[in-house]
C-alpha cells in the first residue's frame, strides 16, 4: 500500500527566506505527483502538477522536482511571503484511469512579516 | 466558470443520527471522488464514480457509509447512525475524464459529531 510521508509537519519562517518542503513516497510506481495548497476552511488548490516521466515543473516562485526512483518530491518557495502561508499537501496517483490520489499528512506554513 | 460545490459547508450531528453531504461537480465531468480529512491530517480516499457507476468504494470506513451519483451529475455521500470517528471535512473532486490528469476539489463538508 502506497503512503507519503511529508517532512516537517509544521515551518515557520520571516518573510524573504527561500524554503524546501519535502514530500516521499514508499511505491516508485506512480503516473504523477501533485502539490496542493490547502488554506483554512477551503478546498484544494493545485500548484503544480509533474508526470512520472518529467524532474521538474516551476511555476512563478514555485519549482517541484520528482526523483521516482528514491521516492522523493521536494517542492521549492523562492523569497516566501506572508501570503504563502498555508498548508501544503503532496499527493501522489498510481495510474491513469481514474485512479484516486494518495495525500501525505501536510505541511503547514507560517510566513512572517 | 463555476467550480465543485458543496453543501452544507458545515453540519453539526449527534451521535447515531443519519446525514447526507451534496456534491455539485463541476459540468460535463465524468469522474468524482470522495476523500476524508480528518484534523491535521491529509484527506484519504473514500470512493470513486465514473458517470453514475461506483467504480470503486475500497476507501469506505464501515457499511455506515453510502454514496450514489444516480445521474452522473450530483452525489450524495450518506452517513448512518455517525460516530464520534466521523467528524471529518469531506471533500468532492471531479475531472473531466477517467484520464484527466486533474482532479478539481470542492470547499469540502465540515461534519461535527457531538
Known amino acids: 500500500k502506497q503512503e507519503v510521508t511529508q517532512i516537517p509537519a509544521a515551518l515557520s519562517v520571516p518573510e524573504g527566506e527561500n524554503l524546501v518542503l519535502n514530500c516521499s513516497f514508499t511505491?516508485?510506481?506512480?503516473?504523477?505527483l501533485q502539490w496542493f495548497r490547502q488554506d483554512p476552511g477551503k478546498g484544494l488548490t493545485s500548484l503544480l502538477l509533474i508526470q512520472s516521466s518529467q524532474r521538474e515543473q516551476t511555476s512563478g516562485r514555485l519549482n517541484a522536482s520528482l526523483d521516482k526512483s528514491s521516492g522523493r518530491s521536494t517542492l521549492y518557495i523562492a523569497a516566501s511571503q506572508p501570503g504563502d502561508s498555508a498548508t501544503y499537501l503532496c499527493?501522489?496517483?498510481?495510474?491513469?484511469?481514474?485512479?484516486?490520489?494518495?495525500f501525505g499528512g501536510g505541511t503547514r506554513l507560517m510566513v512572517k512579516p | 466558470g463555476a467550480g465543485v460545490s458543496q453543501s452544507p459547508r458545515y453540519k453539526v450531528a449527534k451521535r447515531g443520527q443519519d446525514v447526507a453531504l451534496r456534491c455539485d461537480p463541476i459540468?460535463?465531468?465524468?469522474?468524482l471522488f470522495w476523500y476524508q480529512q480528518a484534523l491535521g491530517q491529509g484527506p484519504e480516499f473514500l470512493t470513486y464514480f465514473q458517470n453514475e457507476a461506483q467504480l470503486d468504494k475500497s476507501g469506505l470506513p464501515s457499511d455506515r457509509f453510502f454514496a450514489e451519483r444516480p445521474e452522473g451529475s450530483v452525489s450524495t455521500l450518506k452517513i448512518q447512525r455517525t460516530q464520534q470517528e466521523d467528524s471529518a471535512v469531506y471533500l468532492c473532486?471531479?475531472?473531466?475524464?477517467?484520464?484527466?490528469?486533474?482532479?478539481?476539489f470542492g470547499p469540502g463538508t465540515r461534519l461535527t459529531v457531538t
Open positions: 511505491d516508485s510506481a506512480i503516473y504523477n
Open positions: 473532486a471531479s475531472s473531466f475524464t477517467r484520464d484527466s490528469l486533474e482532479q478539481y
Open positions: 459540468s460535463g465531468h465524468v469522474s
Open positions: 499527493a501522489v496517483r498510481r495510474g491513469n484511469a481514474g485512479n484516486m490520489l494518495t
